[in-house]
């Protein structure tokens, strides 16, 4: 039997310091579904290398000269609104998180990283899910479940007891694959109960759906 061909990821590396493209290189090297399709050093490069090469996953730090990624993210959600931008830096602060989050990062993740933690994340972000690492998930949790306590809002009553625990695992970052192993079901169930979900709750991205999950308190900031 044959093994399945994993799709080509092509990414596009943003950070101004040369050694850290070079040991992201590395760190990918051996992975033949990862293709690094172009580097920049700053975010404006990182605008004109995207309208370029339209890659699948941008991975963009956020302090970097004449342009940063908060200011390169706000840009792309205009000019490339479906650029899928996976955050990679030392920034550990909640308004950073918050900021790159409400510009549509789908996914914020920090230097100190393992390749394999840094692999899977550039894989979700590339099947239209999150990865958050557990400190950046901390101050969207909080943020959140002050946002809620504040609001009063709950989920509606619509939603079946598996649909709502689908719901609070894709708030909990875990990925489709995961879920149905946690869940003793297949991926494409899944897909279906997150679908059905999103219709719904009228949310229109993996990312809304877990913002508007953190928001009614379904998962308890820590």
């Known amino acids: 039997m044959k093994t399945r061909r994993k799709k080509v990821i092509t990414l596009l590396l943003v950070d101004d310091h040369p050694v850290v493209r070079e040991g992201i290189k590395a760190s ?15 975010g404006e490069e990182a605008i004109a290398l ?5 890659p699948n996953v941008i991975l963009m730090d956020i ?17 490339a609104p479906d650029a899928k931008i996976l ?7 909640k308004e950073y998180v918050l900021k790159m989050t409400q510009l549509g990062a789908r996914g914020y993740v920090f230097k100190d990283a393992s390749p394999s933690e840094l692999l899977r994340a550039i894989e979700a972000v590339d099947a239209n899910e999150i990865a958050f690492a557990p400190k950046a998930s901390r101050h ?20 079946s007891d598996r649909e709502r625990h689908v719901l609070r695992l894709i708030a909990e970052g875990y ?38 999950a953190l928001a009614k308190g379904l998962v308890e900031a820590k």
């Not at 990918?28 to 700053?42: C, N, P, Y």
């Not at 995207?50 to 339209?54: A, D, G, S």
């Not at 494409?188 to 219709?199: L, N």
């Open 28 to 42: 990918l090297k051996t992975k033949r579904h990862i293709r690094i399709v172009g580097e920049a050093s700053d």
């Open 50 to 54: 995207t309208r370029k090469l339209e």
């Open 87 to 93: 955050v990679l830096t030392m920034h550990d602060t």
């Open 63 to 79: 302090s970097m000269p004449r342009m940063s990624g908060i200011e390169a993210a706000k840009r792309l959600q205009k000019s």
């Open 140 to 159: 969207i949790l909080t943020e959140y479940a002050e946002t809620a306590g504040r609001s009063g809002r709950t989920l509606p009553s619509d939603l």
């Open 175 to 212: 990925m489709t694959k995961e879920i149905a192993e946690r869940l003793s079901l297949n991926h494409k169930t899944i897909e279906t109960y997150r679908h059905r979900i999103m219709v719904k709750l009228n949310v229109h991205s993996v990312a809304d759906l877990t913002k508007y």
